[in-house]
């Protein structure tokens, strides 16, 4: 569970602190050395402009001139921007139904192809190949031509006698096209479930069986009350990933968003502002937003989690 | 799924794993190097190497003619949905040998007039060669992956290794660092390094790695230190040996299956940057193949898909190669760390 883990860790033993023997204090001279470039980094890539575009939220900046605080106006103007609440809609519906059909597909192949299957190794690459490339600007291109007028899914309609249309130029379509781009890359996920299953100890199904379970009473009982940590976890990382996703909605919108903003991320509309306008101010406020809603959607799933994860210890 | 039943017949020659299972830790490595160095909650990383393993094969008791059946449509269906998801990219690749009309109209693999020359044309096709994005690339990549090399390893040491004052404070900075969506910062940083005039140069791609931003890579080699043992380095402490020489001689040295899965990804997660590069690099001369490939693709519409697909075929090969001969790398870090 890697950084979530350690980071729930680290809040329950926060009463602890860290006494240090003689011996252990020339670790600190040491630990400046060691951590120089991070500490450098984290005050002038990180936190620094974390903090920075905190306070360009409350101006007008174009670059050309210096920033002139104009309080919360940006904030102001983004209650009343349509196309801002229109990419919020797109990255909520993108992010709500993509994520968990994915999710159910990694785990759906994980389960067919856990324990000791011959070739194993073979469909876990086969499957996972699309993780690596899906988000590259060349499967964008791909994907453009794929659901294009008279790309191969029309192609192969056609075999059958279908019609089919414009799909990443129809405004009902164009998203659904870039769902299935995030589905299509099920297969980091199916890994961490594949690890997950097998930490499933055997005697568990063994004694299920001695009872009598069947199959659907043993996923039921045992497989996925044991799965949730890892569900938590994927579900957790592809909420956060899939909110920041561009690539794949600039390529294929040509950098607009379009059709009718349909495939506006919010992320899209971002750039948009503080690249193309030069609309620093309002950007960085959007940037905000975006940290927000992320810790939030994140928090909520740490306080549900509550309610389904089950840890057993 | 499918297997369970039968499983219960054929004992598991695998009593290491119960240990840690009920922990309900996430997916850790599987090898007794694993279980022995896992503290409560974290992740255990061995020391020795990413391990993965297939577990025995289970199903050494005669097979029924119906368990023959069930496993090979079982493995039929397989193949089939492996073909369906490799298909577009296989398409894409014959496409890239048609003739541009062929494109449209036909949906096969097999190519029924071959045509070498997309990739001629896709080449020459803008400003500069391709030679010249993928040569950006490259050097955008080679910088990103030796910065993150040095730098996350000596962070990953002092968290790993030093008690100093306020760890769990910086530690925990460190760990939210690595869920900080990049655009939240990319405003001011884009102000301080146009101030820098840095803006198309790759200092602004390469000079944040070898600050170790890449948090994610600090946590993977911190966890994979915590897997080496103690004795060695208090051992050579005794011997009169500093952190630096500990650090050199001792953990790098052990820490290879880490820098390699930390190089690997960070090759993969450059080569495929879009967004930074997008915002960085404007001038035609400093594209980089990501850039280069979308101005490719603003500038032709519909009329060059051929020479599209061509070049996008190029860009990917260089993923390819690392995902045939890293693999190993990428299913265990995947698989122990959990990120894509």
Redesign the interface.
Known sequence: ???L??????RK??GAK?T?SPS?RG??K?????????F???G???????L??LY?SFTDYS?LEAPSWIGIENYVRMLDDPRLHNSLVVTFTYVFVSVPLQLAAALG?A???????????I???????????G?????A??????F?T???VN??LG?FGIQGQGWVSHPDYALGTLMILNV??FG?PM??????L??????Y??AS?IDGAG?VR??VSITLP?L???IF??LV?QV??A??A??QA??VS??GGGPADSTLFY?LY??QN??RSFD?GY??AM??L??VI?AAL?AANFFFSKYWV???? | ?????D??ST??E?PA??A???????????SQAGAASGG????PVPAVAFS?D??????KHRRTAGSRVRSLL??AG?IG??FV??Y??L??LSSSIKPNAL?????SLLPTELDLSNYTVGWNALLHPFSHYLLNSFIIVLGSVLGNL??CS??A??FAR????G??I???????????????????????F?QLEWINTFLPLIV?K????D??F??LMV?FFRGIPKELDEAARIDGA???RI?FRIMLPLATPALATTAIFTF?WT??D??SQ??FLTNPDMYT??VA??TF??STG?SS?GS??AM??V??IP??LV?LFG?KY??KG???????
């Open positions: 569970m890697s950084a883990g350690e980071l729930a860790a680290l033993t926060k860290d240090l252990e670790d600190n040491a630990a400046i050395f060691f951590l120089a470039p991070w450098i980094g984290l002038l890539i990180t936190a620094g402009p974390l920075a575009s360009l670059l192949l389960m067919v192809l856990d324990r000791g299957l011959r070739g194993l190794a469909y876990r690459s086969v499957y996972y190949l699309p993780s690596l490339l988000g590259s600007v060349a499967i291109i791909l994907w453009r031509q794929i294009g008279n790309g191969l192609q192969v075999i299509w890359t980091a890994i961490i479930f594949l690890a997950g097998r930490q499933i100890p055997e005697m199904y063994e069986s199959r043993k996923f044991l949730t940590p890892i976890f994927n990382l956060i990933g909110f920041q561009f690539t600039f390529v040509g950098g992320t971002l750039y503080g690249f620093m950007a960085s940037a905000w975006l940290l992320i994140t089950f840890y057993n210890d | 799924m499918t297997e369970r039943q499983a219960v004992p598991r695998n794993r119960d840690s299972v009920t922990e309900a830790v996430p997916p850790g490595p599987q409560a909650g974290t992740l993965t297939e577990r025995p094969p289970l199903r079982k493995h397989l949905f492996g998801m490799l577009p990219l398409w894409m494109i449209f109209r036909d949906p040095m730098s000596l962070a040491y002092a030093l008690k100093f004052k760890r769990p910086w530690f925990a900075i460190m760990l939210m660092s690595i869920m900080l969506p990049i655009h939240v910062v990319i405003v001011p940083q884009y102000i301080l146009s944040p070898l600050l170790a931003t948090a994610f600090i946590f966890q500093g952190h630096a650090f993969i080569w495929n879009f967004f997008l915002i193949v990501p490939l979308r693709v603003d519909e898909w599209l697909f996008s075929i860009s990917l993923i390819f995902f693999q990428l299913v995947i698989a122990t760390t959990g990120i894509k």
